[in-house]
């Protein structure tokens, strides 16, 4: 498992944007960003692989949101753009040895929406 932090949270309004960090440890495989809503279960945003950089997004933010990485400063993104209210939500950066298995989760990050 490895460390993971993020940032670059806050409050933002409708139609603007945010870029989300999260920053390892350590060398991963793959990774991703979920969220977490209150009242709502956490869902997965979007994942990376970690040989191929092959991206998968939930079908809510695709047009909307970009993940991407930097392996060499072990760092995964999100960029986040024309926010709505209902991406209002806690981001959890997570690291695993495959999409299907994450095991390594940050502290969270608190986005914020107004309309």
């Known amino acids: 498992q490895v460390q993971l932090v993020e940032s670059g949270g806050g409050l933002v309004q409708a139609g603007g944007s945010l870029r989300l960090s999260c920053a390892a440890s350590?060398?991963?495989?793959?990774m991703g960003w979920f969220r977490q809503a209150p009242g709502k279960e956490r869902e997965n945003v979007a994942t990376?692989?970690?040989?191929?950089?092959?991206?998968v997004y939930r079908n809510s933010v695709k047009g909307r949101f970009t993940i991407s990485r930097d392996n060499d400063k072990n760092t995964l993104y999100l960029e986040m753009n024309n926010l709505k209210p209902e991406d209002t939500a806690v981001y959890y950066c997570?690291?695993?040895?495959?999409?299907?298995?994450?095991?390594?989760w940050g502290q969270g990050t608190q986005v914020t929406v107004s309309s």
């Open positions: 350590g060398r991963t495989n793959a």
């Open positions: 990376i692989a970690g040989n191929s950089d092959i991206a």
């Open positions: 997570a690291a695993g040895s495959s999409r299907l298995n994450f095991d390594s």
